[in-house]
């Protein structure tokens, strides 16, 4: 791999990374000629001199009492020392404090999710590929049409329904008490992935057919290559073929997928949260827009970029160990 060119890579993503910084601060004060307001919006029995006290008191302590420009420049210092802020809530907790919290949960649903169906997914779409036109290939075109039509949101529903409430083989709705109960026992895992399991289930449905689907489109295109067919005319057996030339070439889109998938690993699962009441970065970011916390928005925003640039960066440094040509395209 080029030094040159991971150098470049990591500039284009540090110059990104800049810029949704930038656009993370203006764009909630848009339009807000007074962000103490929405930190305490005025009340019924305070007189007008109480509200402005109380306003000038919250401007002081989020930083709001100093021009626009001298608040950006504290935020990117605060955020170089990995503070994102302070949130409205009572008790005025930290931001990275409250994702903290809530970001361990998210991945329980999401890093489980991405494994079941990049595993599932690789298996049944070489399967497909090597049986096309058989009914292994034809159930995965059919189950692809379906996926497309269903969102998750409504494959969810009706697990919800029927295998929560009908069968009750599953929890419905997350056990509230899972999060502030948890102690490590295998009592406590064995509690949290019986109730994660619906959640998974219907993330995992879409997943496993988008990444079968990919995989047997890249196993087709890759076995119609000439190498391939000159790989079979040496004679080398079925399984060094298929996984030693096939597979290794076909996973560029694959890899393409995937980073696609981990950009959003986080804040991906915000309406499958909300269904099952699920205690993550979903549905603290629904808490925050709700009550117009948006120090808090804006620190969890920052967070999904964030990842999603890492995650983008890292996808194409891999390319380039899958496939050297990509450093000479870059070049030319």
């Known amino acids: 791999m080029k030094k040159s060119y991971v150098l470049k890579r990591v500039i284009y993503a540090i110059f990104i990374f800049f810029i949704v910084l930038t656009l993370n601060f203006f764009i909630p004060r848009i339009g807000v000629d007074d962000p103490a307001e929405r930190y305490y919006p005025p009340q019924g029995n305070m007189s007008e001199i109480e509200y402005e006290i109380i306003k000038q008191y919250t401007r002081e302590q989020y930083g709001f009492d100093v021009s626009?420009?001298?608040?950006?420049?504290?935020?990117?210092?605060?955020?170089?020392?990995?503070?994102?802020?302070?949130s409205f809530r009572s008790g005025s907790p930290k931001v990275v404090s409250l994702i903290g919290e809530r970001l361990p949960w998210t991945l329980v649903l999401s890093v489980t999710t991405l494994l079941i169906s990049l595993t599932m997914g690789l298996l049944i779409g070489t399967l497909a590929a090597w049986k096309r036109g058989r009914w292994q290939d034809t159930f995965l075109l059919n189950a692809s049409t379906i996926s497309v039509a269903l969102p998750g949101f409504f494959i969810a529903l009706m697990a919800s329904f029927y295998l929560g409430f009908e069968l009750e083989l599953f929890p419905a709705y997350t056990n509230p008490n899972m999060v502030s109960q948890f102690d490590w026992s295998l009592e406590a895992i064995r509690v949290v992935f019986n109730n994660a399991a619906l959640p998974i289930m219907s993330m995992s449905i879409g997943g496993i057919v988008g990444y079968a689907q990919s995989t047997r489109n890249s196993v087709i295109a890759v076995t119609n290559e000439d190498f391939i067919l000159t790989a079979r005319a040496k004679g080398l057996g079925h399984n060094k073929i298929l996984y030693k030339h096939t597979l290794r070439n076909a996973l560029l889109p694959i890899v393409t997928s995937l980073g696609m998938s981990i950009s959003g690993l986080i804040g991906g699962a915000i309406i499958i949260e909300q269904i099952f009441n699920w205690q993550g970065m979903g549905t603290l970011f629904l808490e925050a827009n709700s009550a117009n916390d948006y120090p808090l928005m804006m620190g969890i925003m920052l967070f999904l970029s964030t990842f999603a640039i890492i995650a983008n960066l890292l996808t194409e440094l891999f390319y380039v160990v899958l496939d050297p040509r990509v450093t000479v395209g870059d070049k030319r």
């Open 68 to 86: 626009t420009f001298e608040q950006y420049t504290n935020y990117v210092e605060a955020l170089m020392r990995l503070d994102l802020g302070t």
